[in-house]
Structure formats: C-alpha cells, structure tokens
C-alpha cells in the first residue's frame, strides 16, 4: 500500500516543477539559479522519500493533515466571518477533518455547533444559548 498523491505531494510535485521552470528562466542571475535549483532538488526528493521510502502511513497522513490543516487556517483568515471552524473529535478512518459536517463555534457562548458541508451560506441557531449567526458550509 503506498499513499499516493495527497495534497502535500502534489504541493511539492508543484513546487518543483514551477521552481524547475523559474531556474532555466532565470539562467542568467546566478543568485537565483542556484536558489530555485536548491528548492526543486528539495521539493523532488522529499515528495520521493514521502511516495516510496516511508512505510509509516499513520505519520505521512497526520503530515498531510498538518498540511491542509495549516493553508486551511490561511484560507479562514482570508474569508473573515464570525465563525471559527474546529477540527471533530471523532475522527473518522484515515482522516482528522469530516467530509459530511463542518464543526463551528458559537461566537457568543462557545457552544461547538455541527453543521452540513456544502449547503453554502446558511443561518446557524445555537441550541445552546439561542444566538443566530451566518456561516459557510
């Protein structure tokens, strides 16, 4: 069993390819060839450690769940809302974030709220306390 191309290879496969790119683009500044030359070799044998070498899935998931986790948290930053999104606690096989229910935080008491993934913008009632509020599923 081998774990494939999950969002963290196909980053670094990414990565190393558009730094490839920018090294014969940049041929002529020699700074700049030998950085995008440095990060590309980098990039292409951590994503072949990760592909071929390592048998430690349950460690090469929770990194790519670091991963996700992390632009995620990036990508919250960027919508703004009032509404923080936590990771369940129950985690379903294989993966620390649940595909079917976005969990939130209700901004007024801090009551964890579980709502459905993909029904876009809705209004969420907190059944703890009441307080209406508007979320992204």
């Known amino acids: 069993m ?9 980053t670094l496969i990414f990565t190393g390819l558009a730094a490839f790119l920018l090294r014969m683009l940049l041929i002529n500044v ?10 590309a070799i980098v990039a292409i ?39 923080r999104v936590v ?7 294989g993966s620390g974030f649940s595909l079917r229910y976005r969990y939130l935080i209700c901004p007024q008491c801090q009551q964890k709220l579980r709502v459905p993934r993909g029904k876009g913008s809705i209004k969420v009632t907190c059944v703890k306390c009441k307080h209406q509020f508007l979320a992204k599923s």
């Open 2 to 10: 081998r774990l494939g191309l999950d969002q963290l290879n196909k």
């Open 30 to 39: 020699p700074w700049a060839y030998y950085t995008f030359t440095g990060i």
């Open 45 to 83: 044998l951590f994503f072949a450690f990760r592909l071929m070498n390592s048998r430690n899935f349950e460690r090469r998931a929770r990194e790519n769940q670091a991963f996700v986790g992390f632009f995620q948290k990036i990508g919250n930053l960027f919508k703004g809302g009032s509404a």
């Open 87 to 93: 990771r369940e606690k129950k985690k379903p096989k």
